[in-house]
T-cell receptor, first 112, second 115 residues
Framework: DAKTTQPPSMDCAEGRAANLPCNHSTISGNEYVYWYRQIHSQGPQYIIHGLKNNETNEMASLIITEDRKSSTLILPHATLRDTAVYYC?????????????FGTGTQLKVEL | NAGVTQTPKFQVLKTGQSMTLQCAQDMNHEYMSWYRQDPGMGLRLIHYSVGAGITDQGEVPNGYNVSRSTTEDFPLRLLSAAPSQTSVYFCASSYSTGSKWGEQFFGPGTRLTVL
């Protein structure tokens, strides 16, 4: 699986958009980009995933560059409850399941 | 739906003891997996299963056994606990096919300490 690079930490003011970058320059053609988050040692929570098109759901938007070497997760109106570690993962569906390789992620702190 | 449940929440073992961490899901997911998370680290895959009767090794399988006799349950067995297995263990499940296959659901974790 391709490796990802994320900044270790970011701050964001409540109500503002949080833009979390991720580099995945060695991504393969069949690998998806996933984002998960982990709030205070709870189990990770799925946010969104995509292959090459931009994606949006009720939680966030995922912007993937045309060459697929990087992506950005956007939380449009961050709240204090969005404070968490955010993981960017690339993985393919092989053998009936996708094995996720978690790095150390980005610690997002949302402040008043 | 209860989602993914794990028992126990906390466990303390002595070196050499064995135990089973339980994981169950009620979403009829084919794919289930076990991860461990050490302090300040990301999760690492221990074992996974793509369906009842089928299991395979992940990144860090040594010292752990799994079996999958039903779709719902995926227990993780520690054969002879070692201090290096002190960690938080997470179970996860997901569909293997269809439009929802990318989303894995994680349990709340089991915090294990081996003395």
């Amino acid at each position: 699986d391709a490796k990802t690079t994320q900044p270790p930490s970011m701050d964001c003011a409540e109500g503002r958009a949080a833009n979390l970058p991720c580099n995945h320059s060695t991504i393969s053609g069949n690998e998806y980009v996933y984002w998960y988050r982990q709030i205070h040692s709870q189990g990770p929570q799925y946010i969104i995933h995509g292959l090459k098109n931009n994606e949006t759901n009720e939680m966030a938007s995922l912007i993937i560059t045309e060459d697929r070497k990087s992506s950005t997760l956007i939380l449009p109106h961050a709240t204090l409850r969005d404070t968490a570690v955010y993981y960017c993962i690339v993985s393919s569906l092989t053998g009936g399941g996708n094995k996720l390789t978690f790095g150390t992620g980005t610690q997002l702190k949302v402040e008043l | 739906n209860a989602g993914v449940t794990q028992t126990p929440k906390f466990q303390v073992l002595k070196t050499g003891q064995s135990m089973t961490l339980q994981c169950a899901q009620d979403m009829n997911h084919e794919y289930m997996s076990w991860y461990r998370q050490d302090p300040g680290m990301g999760l690492r895959l221990i074992h996974y299963s793509v369906g009842a009767g089928i299991t395979d090794q992940g990144e860090v399988p040594n010292g752990y056994n799994v079996s999958r006799s039903t779709t719902e349950d995926f227990p993780l067995r520690l054969l002879s606990a070692a201090p290096s297995q002190t960690s938080v263990y997470f179970c996860a499940s997901s569909y293997s096919t269809g439009s929802k296959w990318g989303e894995q659901f994680f349990g709340p974790g089991t915090r294990l300490t081996v003395l």
